[in-house]
C-alpha cells in the first residue's frame, strides 16, 4: 500500500494543531513561535498542492521522481515524530 504524501500532510496538520492547543490552554509562550511555524507549514501545503488529491497534487506531480517523493514523505515523517515526542515533552520547545 502506497502512503501519499495528502495523508501525511494531513496527519502532521492533526498533530500540530493538538500540539498548539496545549500550549494555549497552558499559556506557553512558545505558542507564538510554533503558531508562525503552523502557518508557514499550512501555506507550504496550500501553494504546493501536498493536501490535495488528484491531478493538482504533489502526489501526482511526482510521481515520476520517486526520490523526491520519498524524501517529502521522510521528512513529513520527521516533522511528525517531532511533533509527537513534544506533545510528550513540552520542554522540547524550549531553547535551553
Avoid at 498548539?20 to 508557514?40: H, I, K, V, W
Avoid at 513534544?86 to 531553547?95: A, D, E, F, V
Wanted: one cysteine or more.
Amino acid at each position: 500500500m502506497t502512503v501519499l504524501i495528502s495523508s501525511r500532510v494531513s496527519q502532521c496538520l492533526q498533530v500540530f494543531k493538538a500540539v498548539l492547543d496545549s500550549f494555549r490552554q497552558d499559556r506557553d509562550e512558545t505558542y507564538g513561535p510554533l503558531a508562525e511555524e503552523f502557518a508557514r507549514l499550512k501555506l507550504w501545503t496550500g501553494n504546493i498542492g501536498a493536501h490535495r488529491n488528484g491531478r493538482s497534487s504533489l502526489d501526482y506531480r511526482l510521481r515520476d521522481a520517486s526520490h523526491l517523493r520519498d524524501l517529502v514523505l521522510r521528512l513529513l515523517g520527521d516533522l511528525e515524530t517531532t511533533l509527537h515526542e513534544g506533545m510528550k515533552k513540552p520542554n522540547i520547545w524550549h531553547n535551553s
